[in-house]
């Protein structure tokens, strides 16, 4: 148990529909990131937020985004969906800026995206 | 940059036979390592980690040490059992940095 929740479990959307996941972590944790694991791959980080504010982004485009909410919760928004886009996305947070020496990222079980 | 490579899969074995999986990696910085694993039809879950060079991460029988000069962390267990089938990913984590890189990951499955 991680303490990392996310949904929906399993979506489907049609080619060309936005998507928003959410995710929420555990009580603490100011930091998030999200990553996108595609069928037989290894996860690709798309970006983090630390405090409310992006603070990282991998290699996507600008219709994949997010929001961090105070409570602790955020969410992932993909935006004019493409078959491509289908994967498991996963959120993953940690109590302090990631980067510091010892600090352990925790991984929620994933919201499984299908592209139709 | 910073990449991971492992060893590829799919990975049978036996149970109670020894199990190795290898991971080498490419750092600009000092990285800490991590291996995640993921049991089928759920998320990561961080199985070992070392944060710098010669530490060994240990956990429910696995171990993995950090080899800065072959840079190597390679996954060992003495004795593998059917609930050890999953896949299993190799990671970094640059310090200052804001990613985990992971490897391709390595399908394990044990037969009774």
């Known amino acids: 148990e991680t303490g990392v929740t996310q949904s929906p479990t399993h979506l489907i959307k049609t080619r060309g529909q936005q998507v928003t996941l959410r995710c929420s972590s555990q009580?603490?944790?100011?930091?998030v990131s999200w990553y996108q694991q595609a069928l037989g791959q290894g996860p690709q980080f798309i970006f983090q937020?630390?405090?409310?504010?992006?603070?990282g982004r991998g290699n996507f485009p600008p219709r994949f985004s997010g929001l961090q909410f105070p409570n602790y919760s955020s969410e992932l928004n993909v935006n004019a969906l493409e078959l491509d886009d289908s994967a498991l996305y996963l959120c993953?947070?940690?109590?302090?800026?990631?980067?510091?020496?010892?600090?352990?990222?925790?991984f929620g079980e994933g919201s499984w995206l299908t592209v139709v | 940059g910073n990449s991971v490579t492992q060893m590829e899969g799919p990975v049978t074995l036996s149970e109670e036979a020894f199990l190795t999986i290898n991971c080498t990696y490419t750092?600009?910085?000092?990285?800490?390592l991590f291996w995640y694993v993921q049991y089928p039809g759920e998320g990561l879950q961080l199985l070992l980690k070392?944060?710098?060079?010669?530490d060994k991460g240990s956990n429910k029988g696995f171990e993995a040490t950090y080899r800065k000069e072959t840079t190597s962390f390679h996954l060992e267990k003495g004795s593998v059992q059917v609930s050890d089938s999953a896949v299993y990913f190799c990671?970094?984590?640059?310090?200052?940095?804001?990613?985990?890189?992971f490897g391709q990951g390595t399908r394990l499955t044990i037969n009774p």
């Open positions: 937020y630390y405090r409310e504010e992006e603070n």
């Open positions: 070392a944060t710098k060079a010669d």
């Open positions: 990671a970094l984590l640059i310090q200052g940095a804001q990613k985990l890189v």
């Open positions: 750092a600009t910085g000092y990285p800490s």
């Open positions: 993953a947070s940690s109590d302090e800026r990631v980067g510091s020496s010892g600090n352990t990222i925790y």
């Open positions: 009580s603490g944790h100011n930091t």
